[in-house]
């Protein structure tokens, strides 16, 4: 029963800002890393942030590194990814996924994924 839920998504103008949430149950936080991934149309799904389960480790890609912040919140059950300065090219579905203990930037060794929230950016 470990289930993972995102909202905030929406549209926001060039150089705007939004926070995504994603909601956890049936797990801690302690015991999983949380990731994120994006997928635009026609475009391959792309991991865009990873925090660790005990230490709270990060990673980012290139393409986000400097604009996006992972975060998590344990009394909440909820990991975060907060989303400055956005360009169009960040429109995409995003999803959290989570796997056990530490993060890998290959999305297949992630076995829960959340249903996934839209992210458009256009003025």
């Known amino acids: 029963q470990l289930q993972l839920v995102e909202s905030g998504g929406g549209l926001v103008q060039p150089g705007g800002s939004l926070r995504l949430s994603c909601a956890v149950s049936g797990f801690t936080l302690d015991d999983y890393a949380v990731g994120w991934f994006r997928q635009a149309p026609g475009k391959e799904r792309e991991g865009v942030s990873c925090i660790s389960d005990s230490d709270g480790s990060v990673h980012y890609p290139d393409s986000v590194k400097g604009r996006f912040t992972i975060s998590r919140d344990k009394s909440r059950n909820t990991a975060y990814l907060i989303m400055n300065n956005l360009k169009p090219e960040d429109t995409a579905i995003y999803y959290c996924?989570?796997?056990?203990?530490?993060?890998?930037?290959?999305?297949?060794?992630?076995?829960?994924w959340g249903q996934g929230t839209q992210v458009t950016v256009s003025s």
């Open positions: 996924a989570a796997k056990s203990s530490y993060c890998s930037r290959r999305d297949y060794t992630y076995h829960y």
